[in-house]
């Protein structure tokens, strides 16, 4: 089994900063990109920021300059520094990895999605 926990969320006023944190565990024979999606009742889920295992990251519009995701050593936990936080950025925050297994004797990549945390922005 594939998990993904994440953590960090909370109440947080504007202009303040957080952190979100998630750890990939289980089966896994590499974890490709992983990223931060964010949605609120009635919208879309939205991308947020991704990074690669090696390469550039990619942000939505909204949060460059703002937000920044990173990944430690192991590549198998990926952040998300949140600064300059406005109400707008109120939402859950999902986790999301493409990993690959191997099942059946084949290297399938997989979709994981965590939880979710909720950021509230508010004074």
């Known amino acids: 089994q594939v998990q993904l926990v994440e953590s960090g969320g909370g109440l947080v006023q504007p202009g303040g900063s957080l952190r979100l944190s998630c750890a990939a565990s289980g089966s896994i024979f590499s974890i490709n990109a992983m990223g931060w999606y964010r949605q609120t009742p009635g919208k879309q889920r939205e991308l947020v920021a991704i990074?690669?295992?090696?390469?550039?990251?990619n942000y939505a519009y909204s949060v460059k300059g703002r937000f920044t995701i990173s990944r430690d050593n192991a590549k198998t936990t990926v952040y998300l520094q949140m600064n300059s936080l406005k109400p707008e950025d109120t939402a859950v925050y999902y986790c999301?990895?493409?990993?690959?297994?191997?099942?059946?004797?084949?290297?399938?990549?997989?979709?994981?999605w965590g939880q979710g945390t909720l950021v509230a922005v508010s004074s």
């Open positions: 999301n990895a493409d990993v690959t297994i191997v099942a059946v004797g084949h290297y399938r990549d997989l979709e994981v």
């Open positions: 990074i690669p295992k090696v390469g550039n990251t």
